[in-house]
């Protein structure tokens, strides 16, 4: 009776830890992590008999998780590759609604601006069409600055949302560090402790939600977790940190830091995956690619708007000065330059920009080893040449020899191993401002005439010059001011230049003597000697001659060329003079202003400086439309990305639910099986005593 009885008993615990499990596992539906858990049932050791062997009931052997280690780590990478698209999207939708906008986008304001320069260029002496110019570029300036400011803004959420995620990260880091601990410890008995294996599962898919982690199962079955590129964030009990910290070369850019005991190591680069590497991504993709062409376009509109009415008279017959300020003001070109964090010298550096046409949207990084200096193009890694000039300048040229647009000087003393993060463009969009507030100071009228003495003979007719000034040509391309009475002299010196027409030799001769101070040469070119001085300029009478040529002058120890370009058609006669002079009373001239309005389609941005007679430039509408397109093209990958990495997580999801997930159908029918095995067990017991009964009884 006692074997009938033992083997009722094993049948009863049996159902009892079935129907325990099964309890549990209804329990824990809404668990996050949870796996379902089963019972794995064994035969004892059966009895020996004379009529063979006697089987003597049943007994559990684990209580199990329905695991599988391949799906668990599929909805980890899934985890960490869907939250990183979602970063990434969220803030990139931001920004392309940031640029594309009708109130917000540069386009509307720069469209706005030129139309109203195209207007007063009509009427140069009209004072509210100048008024206009004047509004319209105040409104351009404030469109760069409040997309500057937002991208700030965007980037400060940045900063911020990288510290909250270390700081989960390091929560999250030091839980999985202590259930590993728990595990190790509860494990040595030979069985798993099921409910901290999910715990601990739980723990680490949410870590993958904030960054990308590699998981190595120890032989005691504890975890492993490293991030970036090895570096280890938990080894068994043993948990280091992340930390976001102002960046060494930027403090408004934070960069992550991997903490181990008192070593630091920066793994900013190397981080993917997560929110964290979608926020990181987004920045070096999209948000610091796009701050620095918005720069170099403000840049550039800045540049050539102040240069070309530098080379115009205003309505008092002063030569123009600046709408904008100046890019290379004494106060901005300190911010240009950053030396690192843990430089050890004191040098600090000042970088000008030199032609805006020839600027990249990179940054660069300028390194000094004790006695030279080297640099590299942030945005390619290409080698960037470093050559000292005269006076300690420093010029950049690429491989090919292709002028970056930009030079510094270096303050302080530098020591080994110091480095510095250039930003020629960075700022261009929050330091662009209006400076100019009167209109009639705005220079239309071009700064010289030229015209046909009334005695000729011929029928020759002179076409109006065109002019660009240079300063100093033995430096050329440049473009920069000078004091403003100086070259106001400069074109006051020119005074009248007269040419007459030699029908034997036919070409039309420079009257000598030149007014004081005055040379007159061939058009000087960039890279090529100094021009020789020429007499004349040949010409063919009865067709449109086009003339070019330039006048050299220095006063006041300013050496200015200013390059002529006009036409003389007809039939001179002998002896016929025309003349080229100051514009002195160009009130009603239009020629400058037609040269601004012009701007707009001018392919300026961009240019590749080895490459000559060949437009490679953009203007300024199709800079900004270059930029506007490529977030617009990245806007829609990520969103096809998300949808792509959402469909990813949840067939992730549903592989790993319909194996670990709880599932309340099948866990109602095991309670009615287990219930039954548990009354049925509790039969075989009622029987077994009802024979022991019946045994007694026969002996009374």
């Known amino acids: ?109 720069l469209q706005a601006f030129f139309s109203a320069m195209q207007t007063a260029a009509e009427d140069p002496a009209n004072i509210p069409a100048r008024q206009l110019v004047l509004a319209e570029a105040e409104g351009l300036t404030r469109r760069f600055n409040n997309i500057y400011d937002n991208i700030s803004a965007q980037n400060s959420f940045i900063n911020k949302q990288l510290v909250t995620s270390t700081e989960q990260i390091n929560r999250l880091a030091q839980t999985v560090g202590s259930l590993n601990n728990a595990i190790a410890s509860a494990g040595s008995n030979g069985q798993q402790p099921n409910d901290l294996l999910d715990a601990r599962d739980e723990a680490v898919r949410q870590l993958s939600t904030y960054i990308g982690v590699t998981v190595v199962v120890q032989d005691n079955n504890t975890f492993n977790l490293s991030v970036g590129s090895g570096q280890p964030l938990v080894v068994g009990g043993t948990v280091n940190q992340l930390h976001a910290v102002p960046g060494r070369g930027d403090p408004n850019t934070f960069e992550i830091d991997f903490v181990s005991g008192g070593s630091r190591q920066n793994i900013t680069n190397s981080v993917s995956g997560g929110e964290m590497g979608g926020l990181l991504r987004f920045r070096e993709e999209v948000l610091s690619p796009t701050v620095n062409a918005l720069g170099r376009l403000a840049l550039s509109i800045n540049s050539e708007i102040n240069s070309q009415l530098g080379q115009g008279l205003d309505l008092k017959g002063q030569v123009g000065v600046g709408l904008y300020n100046d890019i290379n003001d004494p106060k901005l070109t300190g911010l240009r330059v950053r030396p690192m964090a843990d430089n050890i010298g004191d040098a600090s550096g000042n970088m000008s920009i030199t032609n805006t046409k020839l600027l990249t949207t990179s940054d660069y990084r300028l390194d000094f080893d004790g006695a030279n200096y080297s640099a590299r193009r942030l945005s390619d890694g290409a080698a960037i040449n470093v050559t000292v000039a005269g006076g300690g300048e420093l010029i950049f040229t690429d491989s090919a020899g292709r002028d970056q647009g930009f030079s510094m000087r270096m303050s302080g003393t530098p020591a080994a191993g110091d480095r510095f993060i250039l930003e020629p463009t960075r700022r261009g969009a929050t330091d662009i401002s209006v400076v100019l507030d009167q209109a009639d100071q705005l220079a239309f009228a071009g700064p010289f005439k030229a015209g046909a003495e009334l005695q000729n003979k011929g029928n020759g007719t002179v076409g109006q010059p065109s002019v660009e000034m240079v300063l100093n040509p033995d430096n050329l391309p440049q473009a920069n001011f000078v004091a403003d009475d100086l070259r106001l002299e400069n074109l006051k010196a020119v005074a009248s ?44 009478p009865g067709q449109t ?108 999801t549903d592989n790993r639910n319909a194996l670990s997930a709880v599932n309340l159908d099948e866990e109602a029918a095991n309670l009615i099986q287990f219930e039954q095995y548990y009354n049925a067990s509790a039969q075989v017991i009622q029987v077994a005593r009802s024979l022991f009964d019946t045994l007694i009884n026969a002996f009374r």
């Open 1 to 109: 009776m006692a074997d009938l009885l033992n083997i009722g008993l094993s049948g009863l615990s049996a159902a009892k830890t079935k129907l325990s499990v099964t309890g549990h596992n209804i329990t824990n539906i809404n668990t996050p992590g949870y796996t379902r858990q089963d019972t794995v049932q064994a035969t004892r050791a059966p009895q020996f008999s004379g009529a063979g062997y006697i089987g003597s009931g049943t007994s559990l052997t684990d209580v199990r998780r329905s695991y599988n280690e391949f799906l668990t780590t599929q909805l980890r990478s899934s985890t960490a590759l869907h939250s990183d698209v979602t970063a990434y999207k969220s803030q990139i939708d931001q920004l392309d609604g940031l640029l594309a906008g009708t109130t917000t986008g540069v386009t509307p304001s």
């Open 497 to 540: 230049i007269g040419l007459e027409y030699n029908e034997a030799t036919g070409t039309l001769n420079f009257s000598a003597p030149l007014p004081a101070g005055v040379t007159i040469t061939s058009v000087p070119v960039e890279g090529q000697p100094a021009p020789a001085a020429i007499t004349g300029l040949p010409i063919t």
């Open 545 to 652: 001659n086009n003339l070019s040529y330039a006048i050299e002058v220095e006063a006041g120890g300013v050496k200015q060329s200013y390059t002529i370009k006009q036409t003389i058609s007809g039939r001179p006669s002998n002896g016929d003079t025309f003349s080229l002079s100051f514009n002195q009373n160009g009130v009603s001239d239009n020629r400058n202003a037609l040269k601004l309005a012009d701007l707009q389609n001018k392919q300026v941005v961009g240019l590749d400086a080895n490459v000559k007679h060949i437009s490679t430039g953009v203007s300024f509408n199709e800079g900004y439309g270059d930029m506007v397109e490529r977030v617009g093209t990245l806007t829609a990958q990520a969103r096809q990305d998300d949808v792509a990495t959402g469909a990813i997580l949840k067939q992730s």
